[in-house]
């Protein structure tokens, strides 16, 4: 598909800051989202993944005995790094056929009495079963630690996601939704558990001027940046050099570095996004009315499946995850695609056993599943700035290549 010249539709739908927010003056942040969403208070970490150690350190710390993390086979790849980073085992448990929730039976499996906790994670803003988590993890005696790092918004009967296990926590980096370009939200409904997170918290993460004034310029260029035209430099760039290569671990930011930064939010970018939050209720609507839509035109192409919310619950929508019939469709979709600046891109590229990076700190254990996922997926952008004329076009594109017999093997942005 040909680009429109100067005009790059990011991956996920993120929440635009204004000059507005971004005056001098403090806010709380936490504070508004958690009035917002309805949970107990929220603890403001620097990342998602800040958060989720925090979670395991205050767990590890009640039951040192126990030290496996079972998390799915198929998630962020911070993930891993975050269990390795706090001298944890990671334990990975396979996905369903064709989903990216744990499966029942394998989660049964992996699950011991050296289990700390499980991670049922909310991928794509879409709702994990918590509750098989919950019941396999009680028979061991292992905590649930929902990762909703992608999930911000996502209600479960009429709930936010993150209430169900013991500990949940979201992440509020760039490209996840509302974003203060790196940080994370961590809760539970028992107040015992919130206050030792909190005193966690405050031995694990210093005040640190150095990483705050990284963080307050990034947020500034996020700012600036995050349209289409600033995109188009800030994020199409770099994905088509990339992909060139043929890194798409690079492409897609899969690479992550091994050391987590681990220091305090500061009151300025707690201010930008309280005052970017007010608009996050009415965003996440419109969110929600336009994935509707788009499901409903996806949905009449044949050999296409949406993955959409479990019954009893309703997704936050960052982008639309696509599963196709086989990897070398999904191939030939992306290799149209990916390029085009539509918004169309992996969400992880791989299983976490298949990042050569991530050998170190991954078990070699086969999860068929995660990996057939991967290979199977893209996503598209939710962003209003996919308009629907673009959108039909995008729709069109994967019609024609799930209605041919053999889909052309293409290379992502290779020059036409
Ligand atoms: C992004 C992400 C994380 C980590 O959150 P950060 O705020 O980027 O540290 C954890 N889990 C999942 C599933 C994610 O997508």
């Known amino acids: 598909m040909r680009r429109r010249p100067f005009h790059e539709v990011p991956p996920t739908d993120g929440l635009p800051l204004r000059l507005a927010d971004l005056l001098p003056g403090s806010g709380d942040l936490a504070g508004t989202l958690a009035a917002q969403l309805g949970t107990p208070p929220m603890l403001l970490t620097c ?27 198929y998630t962020c790849p911070l993930v891993a790094i975050a269990v390795h980073a706090l001298g944890l085992r990671l334990r990975l448990c396979d996905t369903r056929a064709g989903h990216f929730d744990m499966d029942e039976a394998a989660l049964s499996s992996v699950c011991s009495e050296e289990t700390l906790a499980v991670v049922p994670t909310h991928l794509a803003g879409l709702v994990a079963d918590v509750d098989a988590a919950n019941r396999i993890a009680g028979r061991v005696g292992a905590w649930v630690i929902e990762d909703a790092a992608q999930a911000l918004g996502a209600t479960q009967h009429g709930h936010s996601v993150g209430l169900r296990g013991d500990i949940g926590f979201f992440s509020l980096a760039a490209g996840k939704g509302l974003s203060i370009y790196e940080g994370g939200l961590l809760t539970s409904r028992d107040a015992t558990l919130r206050e030792a997170m909190r005193r966690t918290h405050e031995a694990m993460l210093p005040y640190d001027r150095g990483w705050e004034w990284r963080r307050s310029l990034e947020l500034l260029g996020l700012a600036a940046l995050y349209r289409p035209v600033g995109l188009t430099v800030a994020y199409g760039m770099p994905l088509q050099r990339r992909l060139r290569r043929g890194d798409t671990v690079a492409a897609v930011g899969d690479d992550f570095p091994a050391r987590i930064p681990m220091h305090r939010v500061g009151t300025w970018r707690q201010g ?21 839509q788009r499901i409903d035109r996806l949905r009449r192409i ?10 009893d619950s309703e997704g936050s929508w960052p982008f639309l995850l696509l599963r196709f019939p086989d990897a070398a469709r999904c191939n030939a979709v992306l290799g149209d695609l990916w390029c085009a600046g539509v918004g169309v891109s992996r969400l992880f590229v791989h299983a976490l056993t298949d990042y050569a990076y991530l050998a170190d700190r991954v078990p070699r254990a086969p999860t068929p599943h995660a990996r057939s996922f991967a290979q199977c997926t893209a996503t598209l952008s ?34 036409r």
Do not use: I, Y
């Open 302 to 311: 044949d050999g296409l499946a949406v993955l959409v919310p479990r019954e």
């Open 272 to 292: 930008v996004g309280a005052r970017a939050a007010a608009r996050w209720p009415g965003f996440l609507a419109e969110r929600r009315a336009r994935a509707a």
């Open 47 to 73: 990342s998602g993944t800040a958060a989720f150690m925090v979670a395991l350190r205050t767990l590890s710390e009640r039951e040192p005995r126990r030290r496996e993390v079972v998390v799915p086979a």
């Open 382 to 415: 939710n962003s209003a700035w996919l308009d629907d004329a673009t959108f039909e076009r995008v729709a069109q594109a994967m019609e024609r290549v799930l209605t041919t017999d053999e889909a052309p093997a293409m290379s992502p942005c290779a020059p």
